[in-house]
T-cell receptor, first 115, second 109 residues
Framework: SAVISQKPSRDICQRGTSLTIQCQVD?????MFWYRQQPGQSLTLIAT?????????ESGFVIDKFPISRPNLTFSTLTVSNMSPEDSSIYLC????????????FGPGTRLTVL | GQSLEQPSEVTAVEGAIVQINCTYQ??????LSWYQQHDGGAPTFLSY????GLEETGRFSSFLSRSDSYGYLLLQELQMKDSASYFC??????????FGSGTKLNVKP
């Protein structure tokens, strides 16, 4: 299993500013991901955070808007840049652990409100 | 990405059995997972099917049919605490999960 923590748990930000969300895992994991979830909606994959190389972004998400760092196998950051109210959402970090089953563990999420 | 379809909402009574279906596209498919999410909480892992057939974990079971691009989550002996959203998710190209739109389960006394 994996235990994931995220900071901050929530924030209220002004339009045009940036926020960096931190994700810490209690064990080394190869695959780490960032998702976004609007209240009552599904989880949308933003990108795969790759250790030692640039993140892999899904369609509709770009590095300039959502820069991601992955300096080691236990830590990653997601920055939401030049924020607008449309960026208000819950941002979740997750890791994929392979074993007898393929399991994905999620952090508690960061609730972002942009005014 | 992947396209997954599941019902938006299901209502059942305590003690009953409910089945939540999920259909998906086959391109890049490796396996199907199910997650539970209570309001305000993070998704938590319930089950994973990499092969056809039924996987049972306590009151919850999950089924996969690769030939039909179909799976389901079966919840037995429903309890009030089972009221939550349930997501199916496809393991794509063996390295990332795409999620369905979610099914809101309402359990009534």
């Amino acid at each position: 299993s994996a235990v994931i923590s995220q900071k901050p748990s929530r924030d209220i930000c002004q339009r045009g500013t940036s926020l960096t969300i931190q994700c810490q895992v209690d064990s080394q994991v190869t695959m780490m991901f960032w998702y976004r979830q609007q209240p009552g909606q599904s989880l949308t994959l933003i990108a795969t955070a790759n250790q030692g190389s640039e993140a892999t972004y899904e369609s509709g998400f770009v590095i300039d808007k959502f820069p991601i760092s992955r300096p080691n196998l236990t830590f990653s950051t997601l920055t939401v840049s030049n924020m607008s109210p449309e960026d208000s959402s819950i941002y979740l970090c997750s890791v994929h652990v392979r074993g007898l089953t393929d399991t994905q563990y999620f952090g508690p999420g960061t609730r972002l409100t942009v005014l | 990405g992947q396209s997954l379809e599941q019902p938006s909402e299901v209502t059942a009574v305590e003690g009953a059995i409910v089945q939540i279906n999920c259909t998906y596209q086959t391109s890049g498919f490796y396996g199907l997972s199910w997650y539970q999410q209570h309001d305000g909480g993070a998704p938590t892992f319930l089950s994973y099917n990499g092969l056809d057939g039924l996987e049972e974990t306590g009151r919850f079971s999950s089924f996969l049919s690769r030939s039909d691009s179909y799976g389901y989550l079966l919840l037995q002996e429903l309890q009030m605490k089972d009221s939550a959203s349930y997501f199916c998710a496809v393991l794509y190209n063996f390295n990332k999960f795409y999620f369905g739109s979610g099914t809101k389960l309402n359990v009534k006394p």
